[in-house]
């Protein structure tokens, strides 16, 4: 592989994935209540 | 008869003693109808139970009657709302919504469409524009989405009909556009099933084009409709509307979730293996090259930046109708914008994966054949999955097994996201009807099979279904999109409202640069797209197919398609709560949120601590 297709091979996927595991760890941290309480 | 209810300060109905009231909503039930032949009031109400316990509660004469009728009131309404029409089904946890969300998002478009567009619109660089249009356009208006369906708790027509009366017409042009991608995009799973089939023997043998078009679809020679059946296709497109009927009758907990949490991991399982497997195949890593390989050159050229946004406002599944009927069914204290992040960035995450899969296999067949990739033919859609990778699968040692695996990847990704374009006519005309979730699932199943069957299900079906795909997706889709976005923020200024009611529940917060996104930069750049896409078709029509056949099968859906959504805007809605319907305050939404937030914190650090609660 070229060294710029290597670049933005490692770019996309790291934004793209550490992106997805980024928001996954960061709604975790929130806890889920959409069931607590009288709700529908 | 009275004409003002003192207790609640409402008008009161005008019934006639003794008139049978039907369809009355919680609302109606402050009216109240005196006896003719004595001074017991009657509260008017569709039901003789509700009536006989009023007359004998309440005496207009007897002390105490004020409290009497309140109490009254309250019964009724109660009632009212648990009787009138089965309650709306809500997804269980928050992780049903996000797992929906991404079985819709994750199609056939991540898998054939995403790898042909990058690597025609400058490979690695196209990665720059596909990133500023994931940020400008595809998370703010699948946060707009969810925010009409879940502040307005329906399905589009009803949650536009609620942000303002005259928009209810987009949002039956949204159940349209769903309909109408719902009786072809069936045929495709049907069809990629049958090449699972085809796969044990690599029935296609040398020549894959051949037998896609002429042996499996006996595709008519001239462009029309026909009626010869495809036994073939019928069969599995049988097998595909049997199963998404008997999935959407279950209803949304027991079909729709528990389909979900099948055929999502089971695609990424299956995906991840095509991947690794075709990583190790001779001359794959060139493929890969030439998919990441940039072409900063591209980024001069507007067209590569429209292509960027075209592609993610599809992949996205946004503007027909799906996040915004999906998120409608979550509870009412739900992280919108968080869950939302991640359904976006799972979308892409995948994409990306389907690139690395796709062209290391192109560069397998490049290297088998003696050829550069850009000598290869059918690099997107149709011709890639149906004519392309037969043709590699054949070259590829065990391509027998990989290809039930790809081809059943195909069908998991369909199905999961057919499901969700179901849902939206089905919600659509629940809210409608107030039918049962078995009598609609069955009855949108019949209305769109039948027509997929006759229409895709022959000779013809690839012709029309070419043409009627480029017609719904490039104006149907996008005209909605373009016209929600006028409507809702520079219309009727919903933005501030729809805002307030994401930043109350969600833990990401949502600033200005939202607001610019939905009402400038993306209306903006949707529109231009939309009327280079009208103008094309209109000087130089669509894929060779003559004028006659465009117009009919083309801009006929698109005329039918205006008809519907207002014809369908006049009819009553039968839900008990279409008019009374009163959005929850954003004030009140997040206090709640942030008292149970801190309750959920504190239960779960006590359950931390030695000697707490486990």
Request: aromatic share 4%; no cysteine.
């Given at each position: 592989m070229t060294t710029s297709a290597l670049i933005m091979m490692v770019l996309s996927i790291g934004i793209l994935w550490g992106g997805l595991a980024w928001a996954i760890l960061r709604l975790r941290k929130h806890p889920d209540v959409s069931g607590a309480g009288d709700d529908e | 008869m009275s004409g003002e209810d003192a207790d609640h300060g409402q008008p009161a109905r005008e019934i006639d003693p003794g008139e049978a009231v039907r369809g009355l909503q919680p609302g109606d039930l402050r009216a109240e109808v005196r006896s003719e032949n004595s001074d017991a009031v009657i509260l008017a109400y569709g039901q003789k139970r509700e009536q006989e316990l009023c007359s004998a509660r309440v005496s207009p004469s007897g002390p105490g009657f004020a409290k009497g009728r309140s109490a009254c009131y309250r019964n009724l309404v109660t009632a009212s709302t648990k009787n009138s029409a089965p309650e709306r089904e809500t997804w269980g946890k928050r992780s049903a919504f996000i797992i929906a969300a991404i079985s819709s998002a994750v199609g056939l478009g991540n898998i054939w469409r995403f790898p042909g567009v990058a690597y025609e619109n400058g490979g690695g660089a196209f990665l720059i524009p596909y990133l500023v249009a994931f940020l400008t356009a595809g998370l703010p208006i699948l946060f707009l989405d969810s925010a009409i369906g879940h502040k307005f708790r329906a399905a589009p027509p009803l949650a536009f009909k609620r942000l303002n009366r005259k928009a209810e017409p987009l949002g039956w042009w949204q159940v349209g556009v769903s309909f109408l991608i719902l009786t072809y995009y069936s045929v495709i799973i049907a069809w990629a099933l049958g090449f699972v089939w085809f796969s044990f023997g690599r029935q296609w043998g040398d020549d894959a084009v051949g037998f896609f078009t002429?042996?499996?679809?006996?595709?008519?020679?001239?462009?029309g409709v026909t009626f010869e059946f495809v036994p073939a296709v019928l069969l599995t497109l049988l097998i595909v509307w049997i199963a998404a009927i008997i999935v959407m009758s279950?209803?949304?907990?027991?079909?729709l979730d528990r389909a979900n949490r099948v055929t999502l991991p089971l695609l990424v399982i299956v995906f991840v293996i095509i991947v690794i497997y075709a990583m190790t195949l001779p001359g794959a890593w060139d493929g890969i090259n030439q998919f990441f390989e940039p072409d900063f050159a591209a980024l001069a050229n507007p067209g590569v930046w429209l292509a960027a946004y075209g592609h993610i406002f599809f992949s996205f599944s946004i503007a027909f109708g799906i996040m915004l009927t999906y998120s409608s069914y979550m509870k009412r204290r739900s992280d919108l914008a968080g869950s939302g992040v991640v359904v976006a960035f799972a979308n892409c995450a995948f994409e990306i994966l389907a690139g690395i899969g796709v062209f290391a296999a192109l560069g397998f067949l490049a290297f088998s054949q003696n050829v550069?990739?850009?000598?290869?033919?059918?690099?997107?859609?149709v011709a890639l999955a149906f004519m392309t990778f037969p043709t590699l699968l054949s070259e590829m040692p065990g391509g027998a097994f990989m290809g039930v695996l790809f081809f059943g990847s195909l069908v998991l990704a369909g199905f999961s996201s057919l499901l969700s374009i179901y849902q939206v006519v089905t919600g659509s005309i629940q809210d409608k009807t107030g039918w049962s979730t078995r009598r609609v699932a069955v009855t949108v199943g019949l209305a769109a099979g039948i027509p997929s069957v006759v229409l895709f299900g022959t000779t013809s079906g690839l012709n029309v279904l070419d043409v009627l795909d480029a017609f719904v997706n490039n104006i149907g889709v996008t005209g909605s999109a373009v016209a929600t976005l006028v409507l809702v923020a520079w219309v009727f200024r919903a933005v501030p409202s729809l805002r307030a009611h994401l930043n109350a529940l969600s833990s990401l917060k949502l600033g200005p640069i939202w607001t610019i996104a939905v009402t400038a930069v993306t209306p903006v750049i949707l529109a231009v797209i939309l009327v280079r896409g009208i103008a094309e078709y209109i000087t130089e029509g669509y894929g060779g197919f003559p004028t006659w056949f465009i117009t009919t099968i083309g801009w006929g859906a698109i005329a039918l398609l205006a008809i519907f959504s207002f014809a369908m805007s006049y009819r009553k809605y039968r839900r008990a709560d279409a008019e009374t319907f009163v959005p929850d305050e954003p004030e009140q939404l997040h206090t709640e949120m942030t008292d149970l937030i801190t309750v959920a914190r504190e239960t779960s650090a006590q359950r931390r601590t030695p000697g707490g609660t486990r």
């Open positions: - | 002429g042996d499996y679809l006996q595709l008519a020679d001239a462009p279950l209803g949304l907990r027991r079909g550069q990739i850009d000598d290869l033919d059918g690099l997107s859609g």
